[in-house]
């Protein structure tokens, strides 16, 4: 569910991810399959498992 909500409403989109503790990940949302997103954020690609996600928002 939160998979398919991600693509249809983030793909290609500047996003800010956050998973719990002080990060948070940046990136532009170049694709969310088999439950993992991947961000790019100036060439270097970051995979997040959507499982571990607790909240996301566009930059």
Known sequence: MMQSFIVE?????AIDVYCGGPDIFRGIVKACADNVLTLDNEGKL???AIDKIIALWAQ
């Open 9 to 13: 409403h983030y793909l290609n989109s």
């Open 46 to 48: 970051t995979h997040i």
